[in-house]
C-alpha cells in the first residue's frame, strides 16, 4: 500500500508577487512531482502570510482611494489566496507530470476550517503576515492603522494578526476521496479560511490559521505516514544564526519538548513547525515528521537531509 504523505509549503517560497510566484512554483512542481513518481499518495498544503498581507493592503487602499471599491473582509482575502496560490500551484504540478508521463489529476479545494471563537489567539496576534519592514517603517503604519508588528527571526517587522488553533476541516471527507482515488490534492491553503460554527451556519472570522499546525491536523484526520514540512532551512538549528549554530538530524518529542523549555525556536517560526509535528507525531504509533528544504524534499524522505521527528 502506498505510503500517504502530507506535505507543508511555506508561503514565503512562494514569492512576494504573482510573477515571481508564477516562477517559483516550477522548482515547487520540480521538487514535489518525484513524490508522485515513487508512488506516494501526496497531499499539499501551503502558507499564505506574504500574500494575505499584500491582497488585504491593497483592497485596503482601494476602498479608501475611493471610486466604489468596497472594503474586502479579511477570510475572503484569505480565500483570495488558496485560489491563485492554488491555480498556479495545481498548473506547475499538472505540467511537470505530464513531462513525467504521469497521469495523475492535481486540484485544489477551497478549504474552510473551524476554530473556537474563545481560542486565546484573538486576544494575543502572533501570525506573521505580509511584507518585511524596517522598524521605523513598522512604527509608522502601526500608529497610521492600528495594526501590530512584531520582529521576526532577524529579517524585519512583520504584521502579526490572530491565529486560532484548528479544530475541524470542514472538507476532510472530499479531500479523502480524492487522494483515494489517486488525485494530488492542494488543501488547507494559508491554514485554512477560518470560520467559527454559528446557529445560522459557519461564519469567516478575521484571522490566519497557522499552516503548519492546520497541515499537521490534516495529516491525523487523513491518517497519513508522514507529515513534511518545507522550509528555507535544510534542517532545524540550535542557537539560530548565532556563531555556535548546530544542525539537527534527529528529535525525539522528549528533544523537542527540553528545546521548547530553553527557547530555542522563534515564535512564529521555527517554534509552530516544531509544535506541529508533535502533535502528529503524538497522534498514532509509527507517525513521523520531517521538517527540511524545499529543494531536499526527496532527499529527505530517504533520510539524507532535513530533520526526522518521532516517538
Sequence with gaps: ?????????????????PQQQLALVKDTAAALVPLAERGYELVIGHGNGPQVGMINLAMEYAALSGGGTPAMPFPECGAMTQGYIGYHLQQALGCALQEQGLKKCCASVITQV?????????????????????????ARIASEKGFTFTEDAGRGYRRVVPSPLPQRIVELALIERMVAAGDIVITVGGGGIP???????????????????????????????????????????LNYNKPDQRELEK??????ERYLAEGQFAPGSMRPKIEACMDFVRSRDGAEAIIASLGCAADALAGRSGTRITR
Aim: proline content about 4%; hydrophobic content about 45%.
Design 1 to 17: 500500500m502506498a505510503e500517504r504523505i502530507v506535505v507543508a509549503l511555506g508561503g514565503n517560497a512562494l514569492g512576494k508577487t
Design 114 to 138: 473551524v476554530v473556537d471563537p474563545a481560542d486565546p489567539g484573538f486576544q494575543n496576534p502572533t501570525k506573521p503576515i505580509g511584507s518585511f519592514y524596517t522598524r521605523q517603517e513598522a
Design 195 to 237: 470560520v467559527v460554527e454559528t446557529a445560522e451556519g459557519l461564519k469567516g472570522v478575521a484571522a490566519v490559521i497557522d499552516k503548519d499546525r492546520a497541515c499537521a491536523l490534516l495529516a491525523r484526520e487523513l491518517h497519513a505516514d508522514k507529515l513534511v514540512i518545507l522550509t528555507a532551512v535544510e534542517r532545524v538549528c
Design 251 to 256: 528529535l525525539t518529542l522528549a528533544d523537542c
